[in-house]
């Protein structure tokens, strides 16, 4: 919005008029939460749990329900294990090894 005082108003004055119009919107804004927001919010959560037939604690998920299970569940994927995981274990297959020896000697030959 930004509005403010037109720029004829000399700054001293305009400084305290700011402050007077910044402390005003302030109040109006709790004013409006208070008068307006609040109480429709109210009577808004009322119906809508009248109507679906819950009260705040189902809505809340306080019941002695949990909402959602206390142990995710496991997964049924498998993790796939990786070269550096296959090192570790052991090294590498012989068809990997000869796989990784074309891939140096290929490389070598292009580089001159």
């Known amino acids: 919005m930004g509005g403010g005082l037109p720029s004829f108003v000399p700054k001293p004055i ?3 008029i700011d402050k007077v119009v910044r402390a005003g919107r302030k109040v109006g804004a709790e004013v409006f939460e208070e008068v307006v927001e609040k109480p429709f919010k109210k009577v808004a959560e009322e119906v809508i749990d009248t ?5 705040k604690n189902d809505r809340r998920g306080t019941n002695d329900q949990p909402t959602q299970s ?3 569940a496991k997964s049924k994927v498998t993790p796939k294990t990786t070269t550096a995981q296959k090192v570790a ?3 590498l297959s012989t068809a990997e090894q000869r796989r990784l020896l074309q891939k140096n000697k290929a490389f070598k030959q292009t580089q001159v």
Not at 51 to 55: A, R, V
């Open 51 to 55: 109507t679906l037939g819950i009260d």
């Open 89 to 91: 274990q052991g090294g």
């Open 70 to 72: 206390s142990t995710p």
């Open 14 to 16: 305009k400084k305290p």
